[in-house]
């Protein structure tokens, strides 16, 4: 089956600093990830997708992620944060078994960022 | 690209009556769109897949004749909540398949408040 962890529900940085939110996967093939951010009270925006291209997959508005098999990991990633980035992050999975290509939704991690 | 509109953003009405939101995909076609809910500080959780010209496909627990749902064109879903009362009150987003079969673009919610 397949499913996605977010490691925390919280991150906090200061701006202008790294950001690191965690996402580690479960498929039993080749799996399709996303990362969404949600601002509040807003629909999903997307901001990358891995499809078994490139590991190293570049996003908006400065995000990255990179798709380690050996760790089974989607980790986003961005260099220096800044304020409007604080919002509501999900790592995501396409569940092909028995659906239609449902997306199954980690947890989310809030990201807030001090001045 | 890949834009996905919804109306209305807010809606407020009394317990018992329906309210329809419809889900609108502006610069593609979309033959499958989704239905989520999502309660304060959580996670998505799929309510149904619309398919065009097709019967909606619901997730376990949630009940067909409360939530309808009509996928009449290839640009539009709706959904409507019929007898609505106070615990339906919630966040409602849409989201429409990209032609790359796999990518979901999200609209930008609808909050009902049953009052």
């Known amino acids: 089956a397949q499913s996605v962890t977010q490691l925390d529900s919280h991150v906090s940085v200061s701006e202008g600093t790294p950001v690191l939110l965690r996402c580690n996967y479960s498929s039993s093939y080749s799996p399709s990830l996303f990362w969404y951010v949600q ?25 990255e992620a990179e798709f380690k098999k050996s760790e089974t990991s989607f980790h986003l990633t961005k260099p220096s944060a800044h304020m409007s980035d604080a919002a509501e992050y999900f790592c995501v999975v396409i569940n092909y ?3 239609q290509g449902n997306l ?9 960022v001090k001045p | 690209g890949a834009v996905v509109s919804q109306h209305p953003s807010r809606v407020i009405c009394k317990s018992g009556t329906s309210v329809k939101i419809e889900c609108r995909s502006l610069d593609f076609q979309a033959t499958t769109m989704f ?35 009509n996928h009449a064109s290839l640009t539009l879903s709706t959904l409507t ?10 966040f409602y987003i849409c ?19 049953v009052l």
């Open chain 2, 95 to 113: 989201s429409a398949r990209g032609l790359d079969q796999e990518t979901q673009y999200f609209g930008p919610g609808t909050r009902l408040l």
């Open chain 1, 39 to 63: 601002h509040p009270n807003k629909g999903l925006q997307l901001l990358l997708k891995y499809t078994s291209a490139a590991t190293l997959v570049k996003g908006i508005n400065g995000f």
């Open chain 2, 81 to 90: 909540v019929t007898s609505a009362h106070p615990e339906d009150s919630s």
């Open chain 2, 35 to 69: 239905w989520y809910r999502q309660f304060p500080k959580q996670s998505l959780m799929l309510m149904a897949t619309s398919n065009e010209g097709s019967k909606a496909t619901y997730e376990q627990g949630v009940e067909k004749d409360k939530f309808l749902i």
């Open chain 1, 97 to 99: 078994e028995g659906s």
């Open chain 1, 104 to 112: 199954i939704f980690g947890k989310g991690t809030k990201l807030s």
